[in-house]
């Protein structure tokens, strides 16, 4: 999941980063969309640049899922076994 869902990630990270960078100026910068955002992250560096930072990504979110999921089939099991 956190691998598939990476260019959607680097995307809205991107647009987020352009909502918080300040300008000098203020003024003139047109804001970008999500599919120009995409089309600048492929201008940039092409389909590997969607995957940039998936393996930390990933990294993060396995042990995150592992102990969910654990936890919530002991919690499932128990509720129903009572």
Do not use: N
């Not at 869902?5 to 203020?26: E, M, N, Y």
């Not at 899922?65 to 009572?82: D, K, V």
């Amino acid at each position: 999941g956190a691998f598939i869902s990476a260019p959607a990630d680097v995307v809205v990270v991107r647009l987020i980063k352009q909502q918080t960078q300040k300008s000098g100026d203020g003024d003139g910068e047109k804001k970008l969309g999500a599919a120009d955002m995409a089309k600048l992250v492929f201008e940039e560096g092409g389909v590997p640049a969607f995957f940039r930072g998936s393996t930390e990504r990933v990294l993060y979110w396995a042990p995150a899922i592992g102990i969910f999921l654990t936890a919530y089939c002991q919690i499932r099991h128990a509720l129903i076994a009572a």
